[in-house]
């Protein structure tokens, strides 16, 4: 019985990983400095973590006072995050892929950990979604500059782009 949980578990996690960055826990201590130095998160924010694993970026982002919701593929990882965010009314987390998901109109913040064969994608369906709302998001990239932007602020390992929708262009 234990070999089959294993399995299972092991197979999962390899589906998560050819389908998108592989799981790997954010520091606290990087995310402090990020929502102090490159974004001040505050209450008027809601922020949106691609992958979001266990939780721990949108539970610091609650702790900024933001609203914070998760969109996860790995039904384990979507368990834990809610089990350990269980006690702030700001964090929700969906069992979810980004590239199906419509984030939320009121959205003004995407935290991603991406890899470098995703990233400029992520960064272009932000982009449909500044489109969509009619004004600027801000893409948090941990790890991986996106080609072809500037960011307007660079903190460590994480970028701070501002994607503002195509002038001329209507949803």
Do not use: C
Request: glycine share 8%; hydrophobic share 45%; aromatic share 10%.
């Amino acid at each position: 019985m234990i070999i089959w949980i294993l399995l299972a578990v092991v197979l999962l996690f390899g589906f998560v990983v050819f389908s998108g960055a592989p799981y790997v826990p954010s520091k606290k201590r990087d995310l402090e400095r990020a929502f102090d130095e490159l974004y001040p998160l505050g209450p008027d924010d809601v922020l949106v973590d691609i992958g979001s694993g266990d939780g721990v970026v949108l539970r610091m982002a609650a702790e900024k006072g933001a609203t914070a919701i998760g969109y996860e593929i790995n039904p384990l990882l979507v368990r834990l995050s809610r089990w350990l965010s269980r006690s702030s009314p700001l964090v929700s987390v969906h069992l979810a892929s980004f590239w199906k998901a419509t984030l939320p109109s009121d959205t003004t913040v995407v935290y991603v950990f991406g890899d470098s064969r995703d990233i400029k994608k992520m960064a272009d369906k932000v982009e449909q979604t500044a489109l969509r709302v009619q004004r600027p998001l801000m893409f948090i990239s941990y790890g991986f500059a996106v080609p072809g932007m500037k960011a307007k602020k660079h903190v460590g390992a994480h970028y701070l782009y501002e994607i503002v929708p195509p002038e001329g262009v209507v949803a």
